[in-house]
C-alpha cells in the first residue's frame, strides 16, 4: 500500500516536472516566434519608409540642392564693376544662357498686364493659370499659379510665377536691393541668388539665377532688371510636385520664358 503510494507520488512529480519543462519550452518558443515577428515587423516598416515616394523625394530634392551648392561654390563671380568677389557674396559668373525663342510658346488668347511706373508691359496666359488679385499689396505686381487656391494641390504639379515693378533709391544697385528687397517691398519678391548670371530672351537681357536653362523641377528660377533709375523688375517661377524625369518637366519654364520675352515698353 505504501508502495503504491510513493510510486503515486513520485509520478505526479516526473508529471509535475514535465509539464514545467514542456511550458518552459513552449513558452520560451513563443517569446522567440514573437520576438522575430516583431523585428521581422520593424524591419519591414523600415524598408517600407526608407521607399516611400515621399522619403524617395526628398531624397531627390536634397541630392539636388548638394550638388548644385557645390558647382556654385566653384563658380568665380564678379561684382557689377567687373571685380572678383567672394562665393557668398552677391555676383555675377561669366557664362551667358541664351533661350532659343524659336520654341516659346504661342501667345494666343493670352492677356496683356501693364506697370504703372515704367510704362513697362507683359503677357500672361490665361488657360489654365489664375490671377491671384490679393497676392500683395504692391500696385504693379501679378502673381499668377496653376491652381485658383493659389497653392499646391492633390500632389499634382505646381508652379506659381510671380512678377513685379520694384521701388529703389537713386543711388541703390541691384545687388543692393537683392540684400534688403524683402524688407522694402513687404515680402512679396522673388527670391534672390546672390550667384546670378546675364540672360538673354529675345531682346530682353535679364540678370538671372545659375543654370537657367535647366527645367525647373524643384525651387524657383529668378530674374531681374534695372529698368529705370528708380524701379527693379523681377520676376519670379516657383514649381513643386514635380520630378526630374516628369514627362511635362519643362513645360512651366516655356511658360517663364514666354512671359520674359513678352516684356516691352508700351
Not at 521607399?51 to 550638388?67: C, F, G, M, V
Not at 485658383?148 to 537713386?170: C, H, L, M, Q, W
Not at 540678370?207 to 520676376?235: D, H, P
Not at 513643386?240 to 516655356?254: H, I, L, S, V
Request: with cysteine; glycine share 6%.
Amino acid at each position: 500500500m505504501n508502495y503504491n503510494k510513493n510510486r503515486i507520488v513520485i509520478l505526479f512529480i516526473l508529471g509535475l516536472a514535465t509539464l514545467l519543462v514542456c511550458g518552459y519550452f513552449v513558452v520560451s518558443k513563443t517569446d522567440e516566434l514573437s520576438e522575430k515577428e516583431s523585428v521581422s515587423h520593424n524591419e519591414g516598416k523600415e524598408i517600407t519608409e526608407e521607399d516611400s515616394p515621399a522619403t524617395k523625394t526628398q531624397s531627390l530634392i536634397n541630392e539636388y540642392y548638394a550638388k548644385r551648392e557645390a558647382s556654385e561654390s566653384a563658380m568665380i563671380k564678379k561684382d557689377l564693376l567687373g571685380n572678383m568677389v567672394k562665393s557668398d557674396e552677391f555676383g555675377i559668373i561669366d557664362d551667358i544662357p541664351i533661350v532659343d525663342i524659336s520654341l516659346l510658346l504661342p501667345k494666343e488668347n493670352w492677356k496683356e498686364f501693364s506697370f504703372e511706373k515704367t510704362g513697362l508691359a507683359v503677357s500672361y496666359p490665361t488657360d489654365g493659370w489664375y490671377v491671384q488679385e490679393k497676392a500683395g499689396r504692391l500696385e504693379s505686381l501679378l502673381v499668377i499659379t496653376t491652381t485658383e487656391s493659389g497653392e499646391p494641390e492633390d500632389e499634382n504639379a505646381f508652379a506659381k510665377i510671380t512678377i513685379g515693378e520694384y521701388v529703389r533709391d537713386f543711388n541703390t544697385t541691384i545687388f543692393d536691393w537683392m540684400r534688403v528687397s524683402e524688407l522694402l517691398e513687404g515680402g512679396i519678391v522673388p527670391p534672390t541668388d546672390r550667384t546670378t548670371q546675364y540672360v538673354k530672351i529675345g531682346d530682353n537681357t535679364f540678370l538671372g539665377s545659375v543654370f537657367f536653362r535647366e527645367n525647373t523641377w524643384v525651387g524657383q528660377k529668378n530674374v531681374y532688371a534695372e529698368v529705370s533709375s528708380l524701379n527693379i523688375f523681377a520676376a519670379s517661377l516657383e514649381v513643386e510636385n514635380m520630378y526630374p524625369d516628369m514627362k511635362d518637366a519643362g513645360m512651366f519654364d516655356q511658360v517663364f520664358y514666354t512671359i520674359l520675352e513678352s516684356l516691352e515698353v508700351k
